[in-house]
């Protein structure tokens, strides 16, 4: 197989007994969402690509959405993320993926012709099927108005008969998005006490029902709880879990006036006083995914087994595409920041800045001379005295001259003061600012009670440790 090119490979393991091509469906999707995460230029499509996902999120490991989640986030997510909210609405409420994932495909009119009932005799006997309501709730509860959106369960039950009929067609061979007008509910629906028919003159009469559907999410695009909730979502994603309501309000109304334009929105997030203030500064836990592409990427290291990358999200506890609820994975602090995942974010650090992560390369030596090239001794710090201005330009010399050679420098650990000017570069180059005193201690201490035999070995002890440090979990 050495000697097969990756589509061959695919194939060939596809083949193989007891191994289904849906496991090499989830595992190159997922492979492909961390290394754009880490290699992509185009940062903010990445990272709105995933707030989306998480926002409108479906499980990947439910019936045929094993299949459809590919397209689901490449033509329904992807392709909207900075456009407008009512487009990506009404592009995921008409996936496949989110028709399986929330069970709509499911959903009968309870007097509809799906359900045994003939128009021309009221009295004709009704079969089993019936109504379900998840894609209703949670359209308005997780995707649109939120949860204080003043609607009711007679509201959930009324959306629920508007959206009978949006189904799948032979789902379970990766058939299309279909409106099926047998399973519609006829007759008209009291929905936030306006009475919503199905007469669109520009649909074929087969088609009527589907119309409201589409006027209903229309309707939740356009409606000031759905601004504020959106608003509050993408502010609680850059800046703060208890974001501040001002910016909250002006972001909503920029919603509001731009008929949620998602960019226009976002230029009132990075321009507001809130987002450039220090109080918001590095005040975000990053979720497992942050944390292992920002170690990749703030050490420039080139990933070569994203594989081995899935599963470390796995393991700590964010596997890709395997969020079960609706609400898709927390973004908050409490979710994410407790002893268990520091460890297994340390011990994370350790193998990677140690060489024994699978079989990933990483030279801690051309982290620091990156941190010294962008920082030269020409410019330190105001507070640093002459003397230590004097050690900080020996010691980039010295480090500068070991990256020339491939960091293949066998010159003993740096001295006390070597180790504090290392420390000082890593944390300005993989944090950007300042680290408390207490961390700085307690990495001193760490270092004192685990022997190197050369500057490598502390350096790679020096860049892990920063790397699990408290400071660098936040962004």
């Not at 045994?116 to 509860?141: D, I, Q, T, W």
């Not at 909503?252 to 006036?257: K, P």
């Not at 070995?457 to 892990?464: E, G, I, Y």
């Amino acid at each position: 197989m050495a000697d097969f090119n990756p589509r061959e490979r695919e194939i060939f393991n596809g083949m193989a007994a007891n191994i289904g091509a849906p496991h090499y469906i989830v595992d190159e999707l997922s492979q492909a969402k961390i290394l754009r995460a880490i290699l992509s230029e185009r940062q903010l499509q990445e990272v709105m690509a995933d707030f989306w996902f998480n926002h409108f999120n479906i499980y990947i490991g439910k019936d045929s959405d094993t299949w459809y989640t590919t397209s689901y986030e490449r033509d329904a997510i992807r392709k909207h993320v900075l456009g407008k909210f009512r487009d990506l609405l009404l592009a995921t409420a008409s996936s496949p993926a989110m028709m399986i994932y929330l069970d709509n495909w499911l959903s009968i009119g309870p007097d509809s012709q799906a359900n045994g009932v003939n128009p021309a005799n009221p009295n004709s006997k009704k079969g089993n099927h019936g109504l379900n309501e998840n894609y209703g709730r949670e359209v308005m509860e997780l995707h649109t108005a939120g949860v204080n959106g003043g609607y009711t369960q007679a509201d959930v039950t009324a959306l629920a008969s508007i959206f009978t009929g949006w189904t799948v067609d032979r789902p379970n061979q990766g058939g299309p998005f279909q409106y099926d007008p047998k399973r519609h509910e006829p007759g008209p629906k009291q929905w936030f006490s306006e009475t919503i028919r199905g007469v669109d003159p520009t649909l074929a009469p087969n088609d009527a029902g589907k119309s409201e559907g589409l006027y209903a999410l229309n309707k939740l695009a356009a409606n000031p709880k759905t601004a504020h909730f959106i608003s509050y979502k993408l502010a609680q994603r850059f800046v703060a879990d208890d974001p501040p309501p001002a910016l909250v309000d002006r972001m909503a109304a920029t919603y509001l006036s731009t008929d949620g334009d998602i960019k226009a929105i976002l230029r009132t997030l990075v321009q507001s006083p809130e987002f450039n203030s220090k109080k918001y500064f590095r005040n975000k836990v990053k979720t497992p995914m942050e944390f292992v592409a920002s170690a990749f990427r703030t050490t420039a290291t080139d990933p070569v087994n994203p594989g081995a990358l899935v599963n470390t999200l796995k393991t700590m506890g964010m596997a890709l595409y395997y969020a079960l609820p609706p609400t898709g994975y927390y973004i908050t602090a409490d979710q994410w920041m407790n002893s268990t995942a520091l460890v297994d974010r340390l011990n994370f650090a350790y193998s990677l800045t140690g060489g024994k992560f699978a079989n990933q390369k990483f030279d801690s030596a051309h982290v620091l001379a990156l941190g010294l090239m962008s920082q030269p001794a020409g410019s330190p710090s105001p507070q640093m005295s002459e003397t230590e201005k004097s050690s900080r330009a020996k010691f980039s010399e010295a480090l500068l001259t070991a990256e020339i050679h491939n960091g293949t420098t066998t010159q003993p650990s740096p001295d006390a003061a070597g180790q504090d000017i290392a420390l000082h570069v890593l944390e300005d180059t993989l944090i950007g600012d300042d680290v408390s005193t207490q961390t700085n201690q307690l990495i001193h201490k760490q270092i004192t009670e685990i022997p190197t035999s050369n500057s490598t070995d502390t350096l790679n002890l020096l860049t892990a440790f920063v790397m699990g440090s408290p400071e660098f979990q936040l962004r």
